[in-house]
């Protein structure tokens, strides 16, 4: 999760990760792995610099 250039003082929620039972703040190089049917949203980011976020869908299979 990428925090950005926030003034997380000013608005700490900046970027957060919630889901129903809790929440994430964004840290550098923090990979979060859930399942796609987990509902979430991610707070504004409130910062200037552009916000790198990369998401995608994967699967698991097995190699037999």
């Not at 250039?5 to 809790?22: C, K, M, N, Y």
């Amino acid at each position: 999760l990428d925090p950005g250039d926030a003034d997380l003082s000013s608005h700490p929620e900046s970027g957060r990760l919630v889901f129903d039972d809790g929440s994430i703040d964004p840290t550098p190089g923090l990979l979060v792995l859930f399942p796609g049917t987990t509902r979430h949203r991610v707070e504004p980011y409130r910062g200037q610099r552009p916000r790198v976020v990369i998401a995608a869908n994967g699967k698991l299979v097995s190699a037999r």
